[in-house]
């Protein structure tokens, strides 16, 4: 079987996927490594998975599995590898998959109990990382509200590792309107705020209800006019000299906080 060259026009297609424009026109993005590329196979999003020849002897098992399951499976050159690859060293293993984002409705229907809500979250490694921490405490999803990234970007995608298949994502651009709807589905709002009125270690009763949680962005944190919308304002205790804690790593701290808690008993 000859391999794709980079100049093929579904390799040329497949790489346009890197811009968000065009994830958005073809309803497509892609997911590059073994990882994400399982994933992405066990919930059935993939259209087409590439491969180059050091990847099909490493991968043997997963190419061969896609196959089977029906999913169009390409060869390609080192070249396209690269092309397709937005990491320095390529995997050679992309697959194009259907976007996962659905709507806020959606996720507010299944009745959630534990949410994560960044409001304009900007860095794409952050986000990814967010919805790996959401996925691993088993949180019902993660709202991305306001102007935020998109959960599609490669270096997102790369940072779930895998987990952006795994947690119902929704976007959800008025943030007022998207607090309003999750206090209607019954959820408590909590927002991380340094200056909160109620302290993480003496929050339980406040977690043992559906909770969402609003982290705010890396830059600027939660704009005051938002966290006063939250029902509690909630503070990490910060025992030692750091002045404050990154997006991601609040968010895993407060969301295994509430885990614990529903989880408990």
């Not at 002045?243 to 701290?253: H, R, T, V, W």
Request: one cysteine or more.
């Amino acid at each position: 079987m000859d391999a794709l060259s980079e100049r093929n026009p579904r390799v040329v297609s497949a790489v346009k996927l890197q811009r968000a424009a065009q994830r958005r026109r073809a309803g497509k993005f892609l997911a590059e490594g073994a990882n994400a590329v399982t994933a992405a196979l066990e919930t059935g999003r993939v259209r087409e998975l590439f491969y180059s020849l050091a990847a099909a002897e490493r991968e043997t098992g997963l190419i061969a599995g896609a196959a089977a399951d029906g999913v169009r499976t390409t060869l390609v050159s080192d070249r396209a590898a690269e092309h397709l690859g937005e990491t320095v060293t390529a995997p050679g293993l992309v697959a194009v998959c259907d976007l996962v984002d659905i709507g806020l409705g959606d996720i507010l229907a299944r009745g959630p109990r534990l949410l994560a809500v960044p409001v304009e979250i900007a860095e794409p490694g952050n986000a990814g990382t967010l919805i790996r921490v959401a996925d691993a405490v088993g949180a019902d999803g993660v709202v991305l509200a306001g102007d935020t990234v998109d959960p599609h970007n490669g270096k997102c995608v790369r940072a779930s590792a895998g987990s952006l298949f795994h947690v119902p994502i929704a976007r959800s651009r008025e943030i007022g309107e998207t607090l309003d709807a999750v206090s209607a589905a019954g959820v408590t709002i909590l927002a991380t705020a340094a200056n909160g009125e109620v302290d993480l270690d003496d929050a339980d009763e406040l977690l043992t209800g559906p909770v969402a949680w609003l982290f705010g962005n890396e830059a600027h944190g939660l704009d005051p006019a938002v966290a006063a919308r939250a029902d509690h304002r909630v503070r990490i205790p910060i025992r030692g000299r750091a002045e404050s804690l990154n997006l991601a790593a609040a968010a895993a701290i407060c969301l295994y906080a509430s885990a614990r808690v529903q989880h408990a008993g």
